[in-house]
């Protein structure tokens, strides 16, 4: 797993930095795709 999310560049939160890390990081995946959504045609 890197540092940062794909898209925009969003940092995680590292295991060894809190013991709520997963949930952190799974909402910034989730927010890290949710905002590069684009409509491509009607």
């Not at 560049?9 to 952190?24: D, G, N, R």
Request: net charge negative.
């Amino acid at each position: 797993m890197s540092d940062q999310s794909p898209r925009l560049s969003l940092p995680f939160i590292l295991p060894a930095q809190a013991q709520k890390h997963v949930t952190h990081n799974e909402a910034i995946e989730l927010l890290d795709l949710i905002v590069q959504l684009a409509l491509v045609s009607v």
